[in-house]
């Protein structure tokens, strides 16, 4: 995977810097970070190669998504990675995913900076243009959007299990990028504060708080590969259990965060913001944990298999 996952990572190191997060996220200009990303061809990653695609498997493809949450990408590229995959014609510029009834107001995550967004309705997927309001959250891309009847331009059956379940295990993969991310950031200034003549980082009571957060941070990339070890179309007992776990972290792991740094965490100039603030928004996106424990427990109950059994077939 290091083929891929390298070059990819160089990349986004070069074209999404925090200055250009902060940048697209104040309404700056993305097309730059956006052309860099399409002329890499990584768009193409799980189109298949017969559609001239590199026609990776999600497995591998995890890795990826993983690198776009740990560098904060200001973009819906996993989004429009998936889409170009299911659509046989996708249109240029970014593209975000949602799922929505008619008449109820949907957060689009990346709303704001997605050219067009691929929207499950009614058990059809429609290609809309992205238009929405603000959400209200500062630095949000997110866009709160509304379709009270179903849009004409469809463009196929949604995917077995819908597209929540794939945006979901996105989410899930991103989740853990960022935590990676935001475990290394903790540490390295736990180990740099000094307070009272030693580095923070040797008070035991922190200790036993870092290494929760590795666990937490180990539990959402197991869970993230968990739910891309299928392809595009994941069942429900992986999607709902990767982004039960991501979300049920996600919380935690930006808590301690900012436990760890103090009042400089909450800070603007400081770059701790820009993930935990995702984690946040992920957590709630396409399902927090509630609603995917609620489907995963009717699932686990509406089967005669014991427990055990369950997992190993199931997953």
Known sequence: MSEFLEPFERMLESLSPPATVRSIEAGGDADALWNGIAESGFLDALVPEERGGAGLPLA????????LGRHAVPLPVGETMIARALLADAPDGPIALASAGPGAATVVPFGRVARHVLLEFGGRLCLV????EETGVAGSLAARMIWDAAPAEVVGAAPAGGLRAIAAVLRAALIAGAADRLTAMTAAYAN???????PIGKQQALQQQMALMAEDMVACRIAAQLGCAGDLQPGLVAAATAKSIASTAAARLAATAHAVHGAIGISEEYDLQLYTRRLHEWRLADGSETYWNRLLGAARL??????VDYVREAL
Not at 60 to 67: F, P, T
């Open 129 to 132: 243009e992205a238009s929405g």
């Open 60 to 67: 591998e493809v995890c890795a990826l998504w993983q690198a």
């Open 302 to 307: 509406g089967d005669a298999r014991g427990s």
């Open 192 to 198: 740099e504060r000094v307070q009272f003549g030693k």
